[in-house]
């Protein structure tokens, strides 16, 4: 009878210390959360990766969408104007260098294959430059909208304060020094 006794009482235990937990999570659950406490730093990094300015918006800082398409924008257009420059100083090099009379290229050999080649480098070069912004302002934005995530819970509210003054301790040894003091 005694070897029953001590299952049963542990078993009844179990099941009381159970639905006391599940009452917690219970009250728990029917609490609503703020938008501070469900934010993930991992969302906004992935809305970032997905779509640029993503992570801005769920972060709540809209105004940094303008500046990320803004960034998104400029770049490209280098980017598109420079491959547009770069092909066609490319095509007159090819044209002034082919060694057939019928291809004319489109300065009528005002200026030296050499010289037209040369621009044709500097272009590619800021072409190659333009890729490099593209690539710089993604991860800039993705950046941004994770180390922005990480901050939402972080205080900045008007009852931080900051003091200076002399550190008594070492002063007493004969020795200067100042503490700062963060006041909550």
Request: charged residues 20%.
């Amino acid at each position: 009878m005694r070897a029953l006794l001590l299952p049963c009482c542990l078993a009844v235990a179990m099941t009381t210390l159970a639905q006391e937990d599940n009452a917690i999570t219970e009250a728990d659950t029917t609490r609503i959360l703020t938008w501070k406490e469900r934010h993930k730093p991992g969302r906004a990094t992935l809305y970032s990766a997905i779509l640029p300015g993503a992570g801005q918006v769920y972060n709540r800082k809209y105004w940094k969408v303008p500046i990320v398409a803004a960034a998104f924008g400029v770049s490209t257009y280098f980017l598109i104007e420079n491959t547009r420059q770069y092909n066609r100083y490319k095509n007159a090099y090819v044209a002034l260098v082919d060694n057939d009379p019928n291809t004319v290229d489109e300065f009528n050999g005002e200026f030296s294959s050499a010289a037209v080649r040369d621009v044709a480098d500097t272009y590619r070069r800021w072409l190659d430059m333009s890729y490099l912004a593209i690539g710089l302002v993604y991860v800039l934005n993705i950046v941004d909208a994770t180390v922005d995530a990480h901050f939402v819970r972080f205080d900045v509210g008007e009852d931080l304060s900051l003091r200076l003054g002399p550190a008594i301790p070492m002063a007493a040894h004969g020795a200067l020094g100042l503490t700062i003091g963060l006041q909550l």
